[in-house]
């Protein structure tokens, strides 16, 4: 019975094991983000999010974002210029700031009556 346990545990182990070495992995997921349009030698890996780095994530997520702003409605007026795609059939706008302190004080300046406050 031991015997038995520790064949099924070993092909087990066995199965789960990656047939294809990481640098394979590595290679296919960096040739993956250069063919993104906007994904060239000017998106730096830098932590932040950047206009490329979000197109970047809805491309991989399988979403296929395409430039423009036609099915976006209108937005409200802050300090940074709002960034627009289109997914689908639908407009996605998104605001991208440097830091948390220039997001809280742009969100402060919006109209609680139209908007949602942050609190």
């Known amino acids: 019975m031991r ?3 520790a064949l099924v545990l070993a092909c087990a ?3 789960c094991r990656r047939d294809r070495p990481a640098a394979v992995d590595t290679a296919a997921a960096a040739a ?6 906007g994904a060239g030698p ?3 890996r830098t932590g932040h999010w950047s206009e490329c780095t979000v197109r970047i994530r809805l491309d991989q997520s399988g979403l296929a974002p395409q430039t423009g702003s036609d099915k ?4 409200p007026s802050l300090a940074a210029k709002p960034l627009t795609l289109t997914i689908g ?6 605001y991208v700031y440097p830091d948390s302190a220039a997001r ?6 919006l109209d609680t009556a139209k908007y949602i406050a942050q609190t």
């Not at 993956?32 to 349009?37: D, I």
């Not at 059939?89 to 998104?94: F, R, S």
């Not at 809280?104 to 300046?109: D, K, M, N, Q, S």
């Open 3 to 5: 015997r038995a346990v």
């Open 32 to 37: 993956a983000t250069a063919a993104v349009p």
């Open 72 to 75: 976006v409605g209108s937005l």
């Open 104 to 109: 809280h004080a742009a969100a402060a300046t």
């Open 89 to 94: 059939n639908a407009g996605l706008a998104y």
């Open 13 to 15: 182990i066995a199965g």
């Open 42 to 44: 000017t998106c730096q």
